[in-house]
């Protein structure tokens, strides 16, 4: 496994690669890996011939108050589990090299931004598809891979790819979970012990909405009041968002006719959690 530090290595790393016609698969991350994030590794090996994992901390993506500095780092054990996975490359850039001094130059996907996520974390999303786009630009790969988790990047993504004509195949996969249903996260690992007991309640409120609509309610409105509901249940956790959306426009759905995605935002203790599930009222 080879780590480069550097666009300049990183390119020409690909350009040795592309002579051959094999195909290039990415997974970009932030490291602190988990079980989640090499089961896109997995998938992107069976996909691809070469496999590339981007790791790094993003500060356009983190509001002033939010965990940009204490956000877990450890590069050495991340790519020791990479080179088990038997990944080709790391790209591991300092932000310096990512972010030129006085670079205004910015990628946003207009009025999809500003949803879910976004009406809470301003210029959050912005910040995710202007990193994507410089990554995509410097690796240049045949598909880059994605966690449902992080279902409302996915679908800004998808469509700055297809807006911006990249040529690059966008492929989500499943949420990981524990055995308690709790969704993988790096940012798990802020979380005491009591505080861990609490974020299940996230997957608890997904699991009412989707029982409801299991019974035959289509209606948001009861389906949202239903998730909340566990939420008066736990007190330490504060929901940000509980919302049934569109799960590519990201637009609120008011009655679920077709493929849509519920997805919950709270805070447990200072620590912001996301999950997400997917109904479809079609057999």
Not at 116 to 121: F, I, K, V
Not at 200 to 209: D, E, F, G, W
Request: glycine content about 6%; hydrophobic content about 40%; charged content about 30%.
């Amino acid at each position: 496994m080879k780590l480069v530090k550097t666009i300049e290595e990183m390119r020409a790393f690909r350009k040795a690669t592309r002579k051959n016609g094999k195909r290039f698969g990415l997974v970009p991350t932030m490291g602190a890996l988990h079980e989640g994030h090499l089961s896109l590794v997995r998938a992107a090996r069976e996909k691809s011939d070469i496999v590339a994992v981007s790791i790094f901390v993003n500060p356009t993506q983190f509001g002033p108050q939010e965990d940009f500095a204490k956000y877990p780092r450890n590069l050495e054990s991340d790519c020791a589990l990479l080179q088990r996975e038997h990944v080709d490359v790391v790209f591991a850039p300092s932000v310096e090299d990512m972010y030129s001094a006085g670079a205004v130059t910015w990628v946003t996907v207009e009025g999809m931004s500003d949803r879910l996520c976004g009406r809470s974390r301003l210029g959050h999303f912005r910040g995710v598809t202007t990193v994507v786009s410089k990554l995509f630009h410097i690796i240049e790969p045949d598909s880059a891979f994605f966690g449902q988790k992080d279902a409302a990047q996915v679908a800004i993504i998808r469509r700055m790819v297809r807006d911006l004509k990249m040529p690059v195949s966008v492929e989500v996969c499943p949420i990981i979970r524990e055995s308690d249903g709790l969704a993988l996260s790096s940012r798990n690992a802020y979380l005491n012990p009591e505080e861990r007991k609490s974020a299940l309640v996230l997957y608890r409120s997904l699991r009412r909405a989707q029982e409801l609509f299991d019974r035959g309610e289509h209606d948001s409105a009861k389906l949202i009041a239903a998730g909340k509901q566990e939420f008066t249940k736990e007190p330490t956790a504060r929901l940000d968002y509980l919302d049934i959306v569109d799960p590519d426009s990201l637009e609120s759905l008011r009655v679920i006719s077709k493929r849509a995605l519920i997805a919950v935002a709270a805070y447990v203790g200072n620590t912001r959690l996301i999950d997400n599930i997917v109904v479809n009222p079609e057999p």
